[in-house]
C-alpha cells in the first residue's frame, strides 16, 4: 500500500532559527504533494503543494518545500521559525487523484 | 462563503448507538471526503466520493456507511458505534480531474464512544 513517512514524531526549535521537517512517500507513480499544517484545536490548513515543475515550492507563511525525486522526499523548511509556527505539520500524497495518505504528523514545539 | 461545515462539533455515543455526522460543502466540489484523526496515526481516509452516487473505501472503511445524494452533502453514519470508533473526524472537499487540488477541511467533529 502507498505510504507516507514522517520520521520524527517531534521537533523543538528555538525561536528565529530554521527547521526542517523531513517526508517520504512510497515509491510508485509521482504522487501530489502537499504540506499541512494543523494548530491545536483546529483544522488543517494548506501550506503548500506540488504537481510538477520546479522542484522547490513557495507557500505560505514563508515556508518552502523541496521535492527530490531520487530520494522520494519532500522536505519542509522556514529560514527562521516564530512563535506562531508550534503546530503540528502533515505531509500528504495523494496518489491516483483520489487515495489520500498522510504521514503521522511532526509536532512542532518553538522555544522562545 | 461557508466552505466546509460539519456538525455537531462534539458527541458522545453508547455502545451499540448509531448516529450520523453531517457534512456540506458550497463549492461545487466533486470530491468529499472522510478522515478520522487519531493520536501518533495522522489522519486516515475513511471513504470517498468523486460524485453524487458515487462512493468508494479508503484506508479504514469498516464499521463506517456513507452515501452521495447531492453533491454538498456526504453524511458518515455510524450504525452501531464501538469504543474504537472514539476519534476526531473530518471531511474534506476538493475538485477532481488532473492537478493538484488541494483538500478543504472542516472544523471536525470530537465523537466519544462509552
Known amino acids: 500500500a502507498q505510504s507516507v513517512t514522517q520520521p520524527d514524531i517531534h521537533i523543538t526549535v528555538s525561536e528565529g532559527a530554521s527547521l526542517e521537517l523531513r517526508c517520504n512517500y512510497s515509491y510508485g507513480a509521482t504522487p501530489y504533494l502537499f504540506w499541512y499544517v494543523q494548530s491545536p484545536g483546529q483544522g488543517l490548513q494548506l501550506l503548500l503543494k506540488y504537481f510538477s515543475g520546479d522542484t522547490l515550492v513557495q507557500g505560505i507563511k514563508g515556508f518552502e518545500a523541496e521535492f527530490k525525486r531520487s530520494q522520494s522526499s519532500f522536505n519542509l523548511r522556514k529560514p527562521s521559525v516564530h512563535w506562531s509556527d508550534a503546530a503540528e505539520y502533515f505531509c500528504?500524497?495523494?496518489?491516483?487523484?483520489?487515495?489520500?495518505?498522510f504521514g503521522a504528523g511532526t509536532r512542532l514545539t518553538v522555544k522562545p | 462563503n461557508a466552505g466546509v461545515t460539519q456538525t455537531p462539533k462534539f458527541q458522545v455515543l453508547k455502545t451499540g448507538q448509531s448516529m450520523t455526522l453531517q457534512c456540506a460543502q458550497d463549492m461545487n466540489h466533486e470530491y468529499m471526503s472522510w478522515y478520522r484523526q487519531d493520536p501518533g496515526m495522522g489522519l486516515r481516509l475513511i471513504h470517498y466520493?468523486?460524485?453524487?452516487?458515487?462512493?468508494d473505501q479508503g484506508e479504514v472503511p469498516n464499521g463506517y456507511n456513507v452515501s452521495r445524494s447531492t453533491t454538498e452533502d456526504f453524511p458518515l453514519r455510524l450504525l452501531s458505534a464501538a469504543p474504537s470508533q472514539t476519534s476526531v473526524y473530518f471531511c474534506a472537499s476538493s475538485r477532481t480531474g488532473q492537478g493538484s487540488y488541494e483538500q478543504y477541511f472542516g472544523p471536525g467533529t470530537r465523537l466519544t464512544v462509552t
Open positions: 500528504v500524497a495523494r496518489y491516483n487523484n483520489n487515495d489520500m495518505r
Open positions: 466520493s468523486v460524485g453524487a452516487g458515487i462512493t
